[in-house]
Structure formats: structure tokens, C-alpha cells
């Protein structure tokens, strides 16, 4: 298994840049085999000028973060019970953030556990690592929606997961082809991966409908749901939703969700909920191992701030405005410069819109032509699991300004306008 | 892989307890087979108990956290950087910290490497899983002082490594005992682990002719030197000795250090440094995988604290005579409270000792008769590798004030002499 570890050098540079944009597919898009030199060499072109617009990244916006309100959590943690923050502390987390978790969670998303059936971890992708490194063995295969979020593939890959591909739609993952996959797959799938939520990078969401049918679905065949719900909470239109591991009461059931899209991504503070205890038992093992336990500073502060219902809930219901006019921005402007043929995603909320060009366009091969008008964006075809689809993109809009979104798309759609009158 | 984690229920509750316990160490053991019931449920009653004086931990000294430095340094940050600390980052760490790290080691550790040589991480214990996640197959083996540390043995057994022990003494491993493992090993072991510096558990020191040897030895053989070095900064006696990665000039080393001993643990920064650019590249997706970045915020406050050197190293010089004491003070009880026939190493830093008993004590029995006197120590037996050793004990020496120190070892001194005696 660590020989799967990929060896790309070309691209090791790009890390080191600015993280707005998305890095991480690229590099995943180069071990796969997937990315040309020549598209490497663009991309190293753009993430280096100054006063490119980029969509390429996943960065929720950095002047909406909490930074007054959480210095005075850090204050007030380190001035009150500086000693444990600083010190040591248990692998399963920060025991009042656990307690705040649970109630949370009953509160937001009808998730019905105790606070010991929460794990506090470093971050969302720190519980990809957890689950898979305990739940898969080398050629276990994961049920996973098409086209879907890398982070999840680039975890498992470490433990040499396979990947069984359901397509979606505009309602998200298609519970008729999950019926095909359940029937057909041999060996029984380990684990049902679904964000059900803005999905990333589609922005789709799962419908009421489907969320039944799947849940029933998973617990017919005996599969282990793992959900997957960051963006939840950020929501800018349609009605909240129940979560699978509500509709599921919990049964066979992992949920993960995060502070990083709520508070900030900064302090990597997120957690999973595992009512499994024998589950439980084996991933507080293999977090231990792997860090022995997330910064019991960072916890306090987020449970410090967080624990203020009105300073935590008045924090989103100002962030969701700004998110919700960015997204209708894109939406209009996609409308207004692009080309005939190209169609896109509607999302209620999140971070992402995923954009289909017309059929002749290769979307890696835009790039190298939208970057000459310094404009950036991910290309979709890192995203497709066992299928290759070339005229996909997906388009952050958090962490532009509205100019910038009107700019930038205005640039793209020209750039696609060239492309299909033949410039490369 | 995911099926060689462990399930040990009864063991659980003791992660949720006080972590000035080593509760990994009684994980550990109870997952090798190695702890019986009774012993985990004396264990568990200790840990219980509000007033036992425990030796049982691996903590610094809390009292001497630098909290109100700490705090002006998370204020300036948040003041001035906010945005980028409470926002993404990329996987390397924050450049102003990972150039601190190369200077820093540059003067204290005689280190010659570059900032992109440095690789900032979550802790110690994350270092330990990305090399043993980038360099380890199953069944590889990798070459460990006897007896080791536990941490790097649950680190690196998620990758199904094999142990190769070679014994120690009073100037850590023992070059001969090396020769022989690398003459002997078939295949060739992948790694030489080793804490050259006030060793856990055993406190002792590798001497320079030692070190100049093992050096020489690992290149001659061409096995790479994993050096774990969290306690150097922490000398009470003796002379500083220059690291083997210095002394290696860099060739096929990888260093690791930490602020958890000189700051405080529960930010979770420490850092590896890989002079070797082509497994830099493999461990640094398989971070990524793991975590994406350590907190942007802990990274830049870290920086903030330490880059003032006046304050860091003022800091480390306030420490060491407090330590220095309780160490004095621990022999000094030990030499006046144990029974004839005991033993324990005089380390010359960190934070432990280490100690036989007269051969017939078991010093998982004695832990019980001590836990009645509401003392606790950690047994011996399970940092032991493929080896046997029933009476010796890992005492912590930084996390007891000066009276607590005396009255356990008394309590521990009368213990023995009860054991000894025939009580159990």
C-alpha cells in the first residue's frame, strides 16, 4: 500500500502556492495519470499571477470568519483553563465540545446520539483516513456518487479501495443504478460514501425522496452508510432536509460534519458520529495512532465560541446572505456569457456549481486558453470515477467578491466562446 | 491492515479519563495480550481515584506553559493575520515557521537543512504514521532500541511492521547488537528507529562514540536513520551531543522535533525534517490524505511565541532547573525508599526514568499493591520488544511537584517492600 504512494514532482510546487487554488485535484488528476505537462504547466502559470480570478479553489470566504469573536474564545479559554489547553489531553475529544456536538446535531440535523458516540477529529479529512484505514482491506470496494469528492477517493486510496461508481443527477445519486450496483456487486461493498448536502463538486442535493429510498436500500443490502454533510448548514434556498443518519435512526450509520464551512477551516475541528460502539472502539485506536488527539486549544476555542447559540447561529445567518448573492451572481452570469449548449447546476447552497460545456469542449484544454485571460477553474475530469467526461467543470463561488464573479465568468465565457471558434 | 485493529473493550473508558495516565501504554499492552482483567480493572480504579500521585504519564510540567505569552502571541496573530489563520493552508506548513525550523535546528541541533526540507505536522505521533505510511509494507521490518517507544510500535503496526530489537545500556543502543541485526537481517529492515536523547522509556542517552558508530553502521548498510528527538531541548546534565542527522551530514536521515516538550503539546505542532526530496514528495499527499494541514492558526502561533528568541529560549531556561530538581529529587527518594536490589537510570533530561526491581517482582502485581497506596507508575513489560521482562517500570518525573514526588516514591519504596514480603 505505500507503494501506491504517487510520485509526481512536476507538481510539488504547486502546494507550496496559493491554497484558493484547488491543488489537490491537480496533483490527484497528475497521479492518475490524468493531467498532461502541458496542463501542469498552465496551471503552475496561473496559481503564480497575482490578479488572476480564480474559481479553482474550495476556500470559504475569509472576511466572513468569526476573527474577533474567536480571539475572544482564545482569550477567554486561555485565561480561564490555560493549563489543560495547553496540555495533553484523551483521543476522543474535548468532553463539553462531544456534549455540544450531540445537542447540536439534535438540534440542526434531527441526529439523535450521545456524546460518546462522538469522536472529535482534525478536520473532515482526517475521517476519511480514520473510517477507511479501519473498515477497508486492500480491494474492498466503496460505493461512491459520479462524479465524486476527491478528498474521499484520495483517502481510501491509501488503503487500496476500489470504487464502485452510481451516477446522479440533478436530485443527486440515482437510487435505480444504486439498485443495479447492490444487486450486481461482488463482494458486498464495504461502505456507502454520499455527501448528501451541495455536494462537492456537483452542488446537488440529495432529495427527500432518494434519502429514503437509499437509506432503505443500504440497510436491505447490510451496507454502512457513511455521510458526509460539511455544507449543511449552508444553505441559501429550498427547505433543510433530514439527514440519512436521521432517516436511518442512526443504524449502520457513520455522519461527519465540520466547523470549517460554519467557523473556519483554520483550526481543523471537525468530528464524526459513530453509534457503533464496536466501531467506535477500533477508530479511537487508529486516531490515536495517527495524532493521538486533535489540539485540545483549538477545541476549546471552537466550543468556546460555538457554545454561544446566538453568537454561533447570528454568525451563519449573516454568512448566508453573502454566500447566497455570490451564487445567484454566478448563476446570472453564467446565464448571460455562456455559450449556447453549456448548462449548470442550480445549488440551494454550499460552495460549488458544476458546469457542463457544450460536447466538443475539453475542459483541461480551456484552462490553458481561460488562464491567458486570467481567469481559473477545476476541470472536471479529475472528478469522474471509472469514466471519462471532458467537458465538466466545477466552479467555487465563496471566495470571489461579486466583481470579481461578473469579471471572471464574463472571461470565461469568452474563453469558452474562443475555444469552440477553434483557439487553443 | 484495518483488520489488525484492535478490540478491546474494557479498556475504552480509560481513554476518557485522566490523560496524566499513559493510557496507550495499558491499550497497548491489553492489545498484545499482554494485561490481564485485573490488572485493567486496578488500573481503572486508579485512575479514578482524585488523590493518587501519579508517575504514570508522559506530561509536562503544566504549571510551566508560557499561557500569558501564548495568549499575546494567538492576539497578535488573530490581529493582524487573522483571515489567513483561521483559513486553509497548504500541506508543507506555514513558510515563515518552517524557515524558523531550519534556523532554529541550524543552532541548537546543528542541523543543516533547508525550510523546503521541513514538513510541519500535527504532532510527533503524525510524523510517525506518514513515514511509517510512506515507507512501510507489510511485513517490512524496522530496527528498534530495546526496550522502544510505544508510540512509534502503534504507529507503525497499522502498516504491519515487523521489530527488530536491539538491546541498550546506559549509552542507549548498542552498536555491537546493531551489527549483528544488520549482518543477520534478511530482507533488509527498511528503518532504524531511534530517540538518541533522554530515551522514552528508558531515559538514557546514545553517547557520541555511540552515535558516531550507529551512523556509520546505517550508511555502510544503507539503512535509513529515523531520528526522534521531542525531548533534546530538556538537558539537566551532561553536554549537549550533536544529532546523528548532523552527524550523518543529512544523508539518508529523517529528523523529527516538536514544541510539545519546549512550548506545550496540545497545539499539536511538531515537524519532520526529509533532506531526501523524493520521499519528501511521497510523504508530503500522504499528509494531505491525512489531515490536509496542520491548524493554519496553532502554526502561526507557534511562530509568533518562538520566533522571538529571547522569550523561547528564556522560556526553556526557566524549565530546565525545575525539571532538573524533581529529577534530583527522585533518585535522591528512590536511593532513600527502595528495597536493595533495585536499580534506575540517572537520566541526564526528558522526563523519565526508568527502573528495575529486584528480579521477583512483577511489576504488573505491584502496580495493584501500589494502587491500594494511591501511587501509580507504568509497568515495564510492554515497551518491551519480542522480549519478556516482568520487573521493571517507567517512572514520569516532570508532572509531580516536589512533595508528591517524595511521598510516591516512599509509597512505591513500601510497596515493594510489601511485595517482597509476599503481599499481593
Known sequence: MPRAQPRYRGLMSLAASDPSFDTRVFRFAARMGRLKASAIREILKVTDMPDVISFAGGLPAPELFPIQQFARACQEVLANDGQAALQYSVTEGYPPLRRW???????????????????????????????????????????????AYLGAIQAFDAYEAQYINVATDDEGMIPADLLRVLQEAKPKPKLLYIVPNFHNPTGVTLSLRRRKEIVAMAAEFGIPIFEDDPYGRLRYAGEHLPSLMALAQSRNCIYMSTVSKTIAP???????????????????????????????????????????????????????????????????????????????????????????????????????????????????????????????????????????????????????????????
Not at 274 to 299: C, G, M, N, W, Y
Not at 317 to 336: C, G, N, Q, T, W
Not at 392 to 410: H, K, P, Q
Request: some cysteine.
Open 101 to 147: 456536538v450531540s445537542e447540536y446535531l439534535a438540534r440542526v440535523n434531527e441526529i439523535q446520539c450521545t456524546p460518546d458516540q462522538v469522536l472529535i477529529i482534525s478536520g473532515s479529512q482526517q475521517g476519511l483516513d480514520l473510517i477507511g484505514k479501519t473498515l477497508l482491506d486492500p480491494g474492498d470496494s466503496v460505493i461512491i456518487e459520479n462524479p
Open 266 to 424: 483554520g483550526m481543523r475541528v471537525a468530528w464524526l458520529v459513530i453509534p457503533d460502539r464496536e466501531l467506535f472502539e477500533r477508530v479511537v485506536p487508529a486516531k490515536q495512532a495517527a495524532d493521538l488527539h486533535t489540539s485540545s486549544f483549538t477545541q476549546r476555542a471552537v466550543y468556546t465560541y460555538a457554545k454561544d447559540q446566538a453568537v454561533f447561529e447570528g454568525h451563519i445567518a449573516e454568512m448566508l446572505p453573502v454566500y447566497a448573492r455570490r451564487r445567484d451572481l454566478m448563476i446570472e452570469s453564467l446565464e448571460r456569457y455562456m455559450p449556447e449548449g453549456s448548462s449548470w447546476t442550480h445549488p440551494e447552497g454550499g460552495l460549488f456549481l458544476w458546469a457542463r460545456m457544450p460536447e466538443s469542449v475539453d475542459t483541461e484544454e480551456l484552462l490553458s486558453l481561460a488562464s491567458r485571460s486570467k481567469v481559473a477553474f477545476v476541470p472536471g475530469y479529475p472528478f469522474w470515477v471509472n469514466r471519462v467526461v471532458r467537458n465538466t467543470m466545477r466552479l467555487n463561488f465563496s471566495n470571489a467578491s461579486d466583481d470579481m464573479i461578473v469579471e471572471g465568468i464574463r472571461r470565461l465565457g469568452d474563453a469558452v466562446k474562443a475555444y469552440l471558434a477553434g483557439e487553443r
